[in-house]
């Protein structure tokens, strides 16, 4: 049997789509441009309201558990009912966002239902009539394509490597509620615990202040963050420091961490290694930090300052501070 259209797999933040969730429909809605078929949503948490915005952002159908413990991932549940939802949507490929819950969800969902799957994607394009997947690998510095014989294919995709559509309000859809087992679910959450303090959240973010090894220990981490609020920003990190403990892994950026598209990625005291700049290469503008003047970082940067950050960031938060002192007695 011939497999059409594309289900996306739907996460949500506050009650609504999350950033790369609208990019995922966005992309599925390209792709059925081509094979045919519909762009169905599974969202186990989702309700009305959530369910009318996936709707909005380019879904033909939602696929939904009507199961309020549901509403954050949970491995067991949501394996059993967007596997029921994909049974019934019948697509030809199942995309899911490269996040936490998204790599943990993709490999089970895929054995599950016989199918192939392809993680960290940057890229999924079609070549006659055949779906193809580019992702990183090589820690990073190599790029390969591949294809799958299985009818079903399940992919996950970074952040921030296609466009969300246009919100439209007026697109019809229909909101499905799904039966599954609800025996399925062989563990109970019994408290979760979120980062304080991030009052921006990373994948979002249009400012992104990374550091890396060079700031030697996490008080470094409390300058950055000083920046970051002056510029509204998020702050990250690269792997080495959260391995370190000096944050948490939260705050990972790269290819085993989170993906940013930032308009400004300032990398503070961050080598630029391949690894690291798969989860920020995208981003527009890219200004490097280093005592290393050697620093590979440079190479990507677009702005580049070679000095102490002790010096260099306290500096630049004062400049900000007089810059916004001057315009605000110009308005005056």
Known sequence: MSLRGVTVVAELAAGTPTGLSRELLGLARRLVA?????????????DEAAAAELIAYGADKVYT???PALAEYDSDGWTACVAVAVREAGPAAVLIGHTTSGADLAPRLAFRLGAAVATGCVAITLESGVLRFTRPCYGGNVRETI???TALKVATVRGGCYDALQHDPRRAGETITVAFDKTARRARVLERQRDSGADVRLEEARVVIAGGRGLDGPEGFEVLAELARELNGAVGASRV???LGWCPHSMQIGLTGKTVTPELYIAVGISGAGH???GCGNARNIVAINTDAEASIYKDARWGVVGDYRKVIPALVEAIRELRATQGRGKA
Do not use: L, R, T
């Open 34 to 46: 081509e094979i045919g078929g519909q762009v169905c949503a599974a969202c186990p948490g989702a």
């Open 65 to 67: 558990a009507g199961e």
């Open 147 to 149: 294809s799958f014989n």
């Open 241 to 243: 420091p959260c391995d």
């Open 276 to 278: 690291h700049m798969a």
